[in-house]
Each structure stands twice: as C-alpha cells, then as structure tokens.
C-alpha cells in the first residue's frame, strides 16, 4: 500500500511538464559558477523591490481602492 502510494505520488509529480520545466530549471539555475551567479541569477536587479519602498512603483501597484491605503499602511 506504501508503494503504491509513493509510485502515485512520483507519477503525479513528473507527469505535469510545468513541475519537471521547474526542477530542471531549479538544478541548471544553481549549476552557474559562483562568482557571476548573482549577476547571471538577475539578483541585483531584484534588490529593489525586496522593499516596499524600494522602488515608487511599488507605491502604485499596491494601492488601495477608495483611497483605503490610509487606513492600512504598509508595514
């Protein structure tokens, strides 16, 4: 019963081509050398918006409707 479960479980994992596309992608991404991995990874690109205010886009983006941002302001 054990490996029946288990066998559905594998079939189920790798038989969607979105969850394999991510493995492998997960594996190939932390392949890169580490000295330019930050760079290749895209990461300083990210830094700016690790913070809400990081970047005034992100004001915009996450703005209440009817002005309700007042009330509940970002932590």
């Known amino acids: 019963m054990l490996g029946r479960n288990f066998n559905d479980i594998i079939n189920t994992t790798f038989s969607s081509p ?3 596309a991510l493995i492998v992608a997960v594996f ?9 991995a930050a760079r290749d990874r895209g ?6 918006f690790r913070t809400f205010k990081g970047d005034s886009r992100n004001e ?3 703005t209440l409707p009817f002005n309700l941002n007042r009330f509940f302001p970002p932590s």
Request: glycine share 0%; no cysteine.
């Open 43 to 48: 990461i300083p690109w990210w830094l700016k």
């Open 18 to 20: 979105a969850t394999v």
């Open 28 to 36: 190939l991404d932390n392949t890169l050398e580490y000295k330019d």
């Open 60 to 62: 915009e983006f996450y």
